[in-house]
C-alpha cells in the first residue's frame, strides 16, 4: 500500500521490491544498493559526516555552495616536528608509508574524543571537537601517548622517534562551503585556526608538547585534573588583545614531569615579573628553575630574553607579549 510505502521511506527504505521478484532482479538490486552504500562511506572520508551534520544534511549531494553554520568548537592542530629533515632522508614510497602509518594511529584518538578531522596537511592533522575543550585536550594527550606506543615500534624497527607538537584553541567557527559550481571544498573560517595552528608552531620554540589558549583552559570542566603551566603572553597579528597561553604536560616523561610540577610556582611567578619588566628578577628565578630543571627550553627562553631586554632595553611597541609574526 502507498502508506506503507511512505512510511518506509520516512524511515531510511530506499527502495521497494514487488512480489513475485526473480532472483536476478534481487541480485542487481542488492549490488546496485551495496554500491550506493560504498561510494556514500568513500565520500564520508573525504568529506567528514560530522561537517554534513551541522551543515543540517545527510548527504553530499544536498550541499550548495556557500553553505555555512557559526559554531563554538576546540580547534586541534598537530605536527610532526623536523618532518622536512626526516623526509629528505626517505624515497616517495617511504615517505608516504611512513605518513600514513602515522595517522593511521593518532586519528583514532580524536575520534575517540568525539572530534572530527578536518584536513591532512601533509603531515599535519587538523581537527575539531564541537562538544567541549575537554575532549580537545583529552585527544590531544591521548595523540602523544600513542606516538610514545609508536617510538617503541620504530626503534625497534630500527627507526629514529618522532615527536609532535599539539596546539589547540577554543572559538567561534564559521564551517562551510567555498569554490565555484564545478569545484568546491569544505572549509573552517576563523581566527580560532590561525591561533591553534600558531600555537602548535611555537612548541618547539618552548620545548611544549601541547599548547592551549586561555580560552582553551577556561572552558575545561575539571581543569584541576590536568598537569599544566602558564607560558607566555602572545599576540596575534590582526588581533589587539595579548593572548595568554599554557603548557600540558601530563604526557612528558615522568622525570620531566615531576620537575615541571615542582618548579611550576617559581616558573609562573618569574613569568610574572618579566611581564612587568622587572627583568633581573626574573632571570635570577628562571635561573633557579634550571638548577632543577636544566632541559626547561621555556626558562632559558626567557633567561636569554631577560639579559637581552636588560642590556639593550624593550622595544617601544612592547605589549608584555610576544608578537606572532608571519
Same mark, same amino acid.
Given at each position: 500500500?502507498?502508506?506503507?510505502?511512505?512510511?518506509?521511506?520516512?524511515f531510511g527504505?530506499n527502495?521497494?521490491?514487488?512480489?513475485?521478484?526473480s532472483?536476478?532482479e534481487?541480485l542487481?538490486?542488492?549490488k546496485?544498493?551495496l554500491?550506493?552504500?560504498k561510494?556514500?562511506s568513500?565520500?564520508?572520508?573525504?568529506?567528514?559526516?560530522?561537517?554534513?551534520?551541522?551543515?543540517?544534511?545527510d548527504?553530499?549531494?544536498?550541499v550548495?555552495?556557500?553553505?555555512?553554520?557559526?559554531?563554538e568548537?576546540?580547534?586541534l592542530f598537530?605536527d610532526?616536528?623536523?618532518?622536512?629533515?626526516?623526509s629528505?632522508q626517505l624515497?616517495?614510497q617511504?615517505?608516504?608509508n611512513?605518513?600514513n602509518?602515522?595517522l593511521?594511529?593518532?586519528s583514532?584518538a580524536i575520534?575517540?574524543h568525539?572530534?572530527?578531522?578536518d584536513k591532512?596537511?601533509?603531515d599535519g592533522v587538523m581537527a575539531?571537537?564541537?562538544e567541549?575543550?575537554d575532549?580537545?585536550v583529552? $585527544? !590531544?594527550?591521548e &595523540?602523544?601517548?600513542?606516538?610514545? *606506543?609508536y =617510538?617503541?615500534h620504530?626503534?625497534k624497527?630500527g627507526?629514529?622517534?618522532?615527536?609532535?607538537g599539539i596546539?589547540?584553541?577554543?572559538?567561534?567557527?564559521?564551517l562551510?562551503?567555498?569554490?565555484?559550481q564545478?569545484?568546491?571544498?569544505?572549509?573552517?573560517?576563523s581566527?580560532?585556526?590561525?591561533l591553534?595552528?600558531r600555537l602548535?608552531?611555537?612548541?618547539?620554540?618552548? $620545548? !611544549?608538547?601541547i &599548547?592551549?589558549s586561555?580560552q582553551t *583552559?577556561? =572552558?575545561?570542566n575539571?581543569f584541576?585534573?590536568?598537569?599544566?603551566?602558564f607560558?607566555d603572553?602572545?599576540k596575534?597579528k590582526?588581533?589587539?588583545?595579548?593572548v595568554?597561553?599554557?603548557?600540558?604536560?601530563?604526557?612528558d616523561?615522568?622525570q620531566l614531569?615531576e620537575?615541571?610540577?615542582?618548579?611550576?610556582?617559581?616558573?609562573?611567578?618569574a613569568?610574572?615579573?618579566?611581564?612587568r619588566?622587572?627583568?633581573?628578577?626574573a632571570e635570577?628565578?628562571?635561573q633557579?628553575?634550571l638548577?632543577s630543571?636544566?632541559?626547561d627550553k621555556?626558562a632559558?627562553?626567557?633567561?636569554k630574553?631577560?639579559?637581552r631586554?636588560?642590556?639593550?632595553?624593550?622595544?617601544e611597541d612592547?605589549?608584555?607579549?610576544?608578537a606572532l609574526?608571519d
Open positions: 500500500q502507498v502508506s506503507d510505502l511512505v512510511e518506509g521511506f520516512t527504505v527502495d521497494y521490491l514487488t512480489k513475485p521478484c532472483k536476478h534481487l542487481a538490486r542488492i546496485s544498493h554500491r550506493l552504500s561510494i556514500t568513500a565520500y564520508g572520508k573525504f568529506v567528514p559526516h560530522d561537517f554534513l551534520r551541522f551543515l543540517g544534511y548527504s553530499i549531494v544536498d550548495k555552495l556557500g553553505d555555512h553554520v557559526q559554531k568548537m576546540t580547534v598537530a610532526i616536528r623536523s618532518f622536512t629533515s626526516l629528505e624515497s616517495p617511504e615517505n608516504f611512513f605518513i602509518s602515522y593511521s594511529r593518532v583514532p575520534r575517540a568525539n572530534g572530527f578531522i591532512y596537511i601533509g575539531l571537537f564541537p567541549s575543550a575532549d580537545g583529552q $585527544g !590531544a594527550l &595523540m602523544q601517548q600513542t606516538v610514545a *606506543l =617510538n617503541q620504530r626503534c624497527s627507526y629514529l622517534p618522532i615527536t609532535i596546539g589547540l584553541h577554543t572559538g567561534s567557527l564559521m562551510g562551503t567555498i569554490g565555484e564545478k569545484r568546491m571544498e569544505s572549509t573552517v573560517i581566527d580560532a585556526v590561525n591553534a595552528s602548535e608552531g611555537l612548541t618547539k620554540l618552548y $620545548g !611544549a608538547g &599548547m592551549i586561555q *583552559l577556561y =572552558n575545561l575539571q584541576q585534573k590536568y598537569s599544566y603551566r607560558l603572553r602572545v596575534v590582526g588581533k589587539n588583545k595579548p595568554a597561553v599554557f603548557e600540558l604536560f601530563d604526557q616523561q615522568p614531569k620537575l615541571k610540577r615542582t618548579t611550576k610556582s617559581n616558573f609562573e611567578q613569568a610574572f615579573l618579566y611581564h619588566q622587572a627583568f633581573a628578577q635570577q628565578i628562571f633557579s628553575v638548577q630543571n636544566p632541559q621555556a632559558m627562553l626567557y633567561v630574553r631577560c639579559q631586554y636588560q642590556s639593550y632595553g624593550v622595544p612592547w605589549e608584555r607579549a610576544e609574526h
